[in-house]
């Protein structure tokens, strides 16, 4: 068997053209095609290992707001739990001010009831000694009695203050000239008290004033002088209604 470097040259040739072919249009493809592959495989992985690592994170942030929600709604409960304990705080302090109050009224109340049946009471009382005391003033009463009261209002007269003294004077001088001295009696005078009278009231007044004399059994003693618009109150039944004020105003 001959060597042929013809066709030796040519299959090498031929081989050569082959695998020229072969790379050209069947491997370089494939390799493109791989080569493509791998990186879309690449970036799949990539993308999926950024996804998870994204849903770490947001299950990370997700547990971190669960924690903080959990957080905020202790401390909704408690600011509620306090704010529920300060009202109700607040409303037993209404309830006692208010029960309080009420009890103050009614107390006020109970006082002002007491303290008016008292009131009526005592007015009651006094009325009922007021009639008691008058009607034994009028069984005691008599023209004896009469003029010792007279006996004490010429000493009063006679040392009557000046306040009243000038009250005295300025309602005689508003007297016509022929003015008189008015007097009230419960009993009878005589004449020599009816001169003592006019002489007292005179001397008083800073003139000379007759008297004249009417009769007024309800006076029970004493008298009644009126020296114009000025009245000298001296009897049993003007002395009973004074004390009978003064119990009233008391």
Known sequence: MQFDWTTFV????????????LKRFLYQPVLTVLDSRQARIESEMAQAARLQQEGASLRQQYAERLAQWAEEREQLRQQLQQELGQLRAAGMEKIRQSLADE??????????ATASHEAGLIRLAASEAYRNVAAMLRRLASPMLTASIVQLLLEDLAALPEEQRAALRSAAEKLAADGQAEVASAH???????QQIARGVSAAAGRSLPVTVSADAALI????VAVGECRLHANLLDELAFFRRQNGRA
């Open 103 to 112: 009890d103050g009224k009614a107390r006020v109340r109970n006082a002002a």
């Open 10 to 21: 040519l299959e090498v040739l031929n081989f050569l053209v082959l695998v020229w072919i």
């Open 221 to 224: 003693a004493g008298v009644r």
């Open 188 to 194: 009878p005078l005589d004449d020599g008290t009816r």
